[in-house]
T-cell receptor, first 116, second 115 residues
Framework: AQSVAQPEDQVNVAEGNPLTVKCTYS??????LFWYVQYPNRGLQFLLK??????LVKGSYGFEAEFNKSQTSFHLKKPSALVSDSALYFC??????????????FGTGTKLQVIP | NAGVTQTPKFQVLKTGQSMTLQCAQD?????MSWYRQDPGMGLRLIHY???????DQGEVPNGYNVSRSTTEDFPLRLLSAAPSQTSVYFC??????????????FGPGTRLTVT
């Protein structure tokens, strides 16, 4: 069975400082990994994904994520946080489920608070 | 195009009532899914569909039914509502049912309260 862990319920960072939101995963075979962001009272929005190749993936709004196969991690990063980055962030893994179809598993989410 | 739409936005049910949450997408996506979001639990997959006429269970399917008669629509039916089904429900779609790593597009959600 596949799983995703986001070990921090909340991350606080000062505006202008770099931020990291952690994610580790467990899956059989090659993982497809995603980050989504959710603003209050909204649906999730796609930020970036890892498929294969370069371990550093760049996405929307200046976010990037680093895939580390040996540590089974896919941490979300941004060099300089903005107050508008404050939101709930979800890591997800997509892999084959029963019958050969895709199943997606989400982490429990990390609330990012950027302090002015 | 409108993307993924969900109706209603809010709903209050009494225990034992039934209802259908509607989901539609206009992007011709084959893959559609329903999630529930609860505090501290993240998103949990209820049911998903890889095309018209094909559905499968996710991790929390009990108490919910789905069908997929068209590519566009994927309604979620609550057969007999229970307070444990109080949650925010999200519908999502993505382009293909194959092994491609496609991201999902989410609807705005339905906030359901069962009293």
């Amino acid at each position: 069975a596949q799983s995703v862990a986001q070990p921090e319920d909340q991350v606080n960072v000062a505006e202008g400082n770099p931020l990291t939101v952690k994610c580790t995963y467990s899956v059989s075979g090659n993982p497809y990994l995603f980050w989504y962001v959710q603003y209050p009272n909204r649906g999730l929005q796609f930020l970036l994904k890892y498929i294969t190749g370069d371990n550093l993936v760049k996405g929307s709004y200046g976010f990037e994520a680093e895939f580390n196969k040996s540590q089974t991690s896919f941490h979300l990063k941004k060099p300089s946080a903005l107050v508008s980055d404050s939101a709930l962030y979800f890591c997800a893994v997509r892999a084959l489920g029963g019958g050969g179809y895709q199943k997606v598993t989400f982490g429990t989410g990390t609330k990012l608070q950027v302090i002015p | 195009n409108a993307g993924v739409t969900q109706t209603p936005k809010f709903q209050v049910l009494k225990t034992g009532q039934s209802m259908t949450l509607q989901c539609a997408q206009d992007m011709n996506h084959e893959y559609m899914s329903w999630y529930r979001q609860d505090p501290g639990m993240g998103l949990r997959l209820i049911h998903y569909s890889v095309g018209a006429g094909i559905t499968d269970q996710g991790e929390v399917p009990n108490g919910y039914n789905v069908s997929r008669s068209t590519t566009e629509d994927f309604p979620l039916r609550l057969l007999s509502a229970a307070p444990s089904q109080t949650s925010v429900y999200f519908c999502a779609s993505s382009p293909s049912r194959d092994r491609g790593p496609h991201e999902q597009y989410f609807g705005p959600g339905t906030r359901l309260t069962v009293t």
